[in-house]
């Protein structure tokens, strides 16, 4: 009689989005990039028909919906030809970019070649400010980018990255995207990976700002109409953790410029966890059987309090790459989360911050204070 067969393993349900890195260089210097503060080279990128082989595979795998994104993706001068892959695959493509160097003729060829959206990045509601912030001066292109999305048919949405420079400036940013016709704001609270890490001390807000902007929040949607306006909550102050991405593996992956698969975009910084590239092995054995993938799914990794927590099927112990930044342990309870024994952590950094001067973005890092006469070149 033969003997019983374990069940096979079951597959984890496909992912619907992807973030394609394209690359990480960049004409802006934004002190809370999510890129990791070591940089991939463009000598290190994916090929273009990398790409376009990435894109069929993600449309297989189940992906539906995928941000071309960076650094600045207008850099690769193949970006027409990503956008055609990704219409050929039959994904919705959603251009994340700073605006600077999005021309007519450009976006012409863009829209020629599938594009359906931009999501275009601002740093603050006025241009001296943005400009600060940014490192560079930029505010008058993302304006000139703006009204070409908007004459070009496409769907336009703001992303504001938040913190203590431009928190208290939410009438700003909103009345700013009203003005440009955009039909969706995304005001995200800094998370603090890569660079933002980096400058935490010079962008954690006070809790009096954060509640300050929610009430401007709450005051502009009951008086908006035909704009969406999304609020991504600060990752110190409410006590109680994110889920990691929708869970660690659970509806988006990661490509990286260099092709490394990531289940979260800040998880470049993970230690001892090596991540698969798209150079050695397909997406679907990367998503479904990649060690990297399935380190932190589900609940069974977890230790006490997650595993006896009621919210651990809801933020899954919160983020893994968060828990790795602050504890040097990514299967610890993520510190946000009130009943982590590293929580006091996160109550100190939220009492210490002070005027410290932003470490910009670049291949070499340079420290420049952020306010006043001192305020870097542009």
């Known amino acids: 009689m033969p003997l019983p067969q374990e069940p096979a393993p079951l597959k984890p349900p496909p992912p619907w989005a992807m973030l394609a890195e394209l690359t990480h260089g960049c004409p802006l210097h934004c002190p809370y990039c999510s890129n990791p503060t070591e940089l991939i080279s463009r000598s290190r990128e994916l090929a273009t028909a990398d790409w376009e082989r990435v894109m069929a595979e993600a449309a297989e795998l189940g992906v539906v919906h995928a941000h071309l994104s960076g650094g600045e993706p207008l850099l690769r001068r193949d970006l027409v030809a990503i956008v055609e892959a990704t219409e050929r695959a039959g994904i919705y493509s959603q251009l994340v970019t700073s605006g600077v160097g999005l021309t007519e003729a450009r976006l012409a060829e863009l829209v020629a070649a599938g594009l359906h959206s931009v999501q275009l990045s ?190 651990r099927d809801l933020d899954f112990g919160g983020c893994r790459c968060q828990a790795y930044a602050i504890t040097g342990d990514a299967a610890a309870t993520d510190p946000a989360c009130r009943l982590s024994p590293d929580h006091q952590v996160i109550e100190e950094l939220t009492r210490s911050q002070g005027d410290v001067p932003f470490v910009y973005r670049s291949p070499r890092r340079r420290s420049v204070p952020v306010g006043g006469a001192d305020r870097p070149a542009l």
């Open 122 to 311: 601002v740093q603050a509601g006025d241009a001296a400010q943005s400009d600060r912030i940014a490192g560079k001066r930029s505010f008058a292109a993302k304006e000139d980018a703006a009204a070409l999305v908007r004459q070009a048919g496409l769907a336009l949405g703001l992303n504001v990255v938040l913190h203590r420079h431009n928190l208290d400036f939410i009438d700003d940013i909103v009345a700013l995207g009203v003005s440009w016709g955009v039909e969706r704001i995304e005001l995200a609270n800094t998370q603090f990976y890569g660079w933002a890490l980096l400058n935490r001390a010079a962008l954690l807000p006070t809790r009096e700002q954060l509640a300050r902007a929610e009430e401007r929040l709450n005051h502009w949607r009951e008086r908006l109409d035909g704009i969406e306006l999304i609020w991504v909550i600060p990752d110190y102050f409410e006590g109680v953790p994110k889920p990691c991405m929708g869970g660690w593996g659970a509806i988006s992956l990661t490509v990286g410029p260099d092709g490394s698969v990531l289940p979260c975009p800040a998880a470049y910084a993970m230690e001892g966890l090596a991540m698969p590239n798209v150079r050695d092995h397909s997406l679907r054995w990367i998503w479904e059987e990649s060690a990297a993938f399935n380190a932190y799914r589900g609940t069974e990794w977890m230790r006490e309090p997650c595993v006896s927590c009621p919210r």
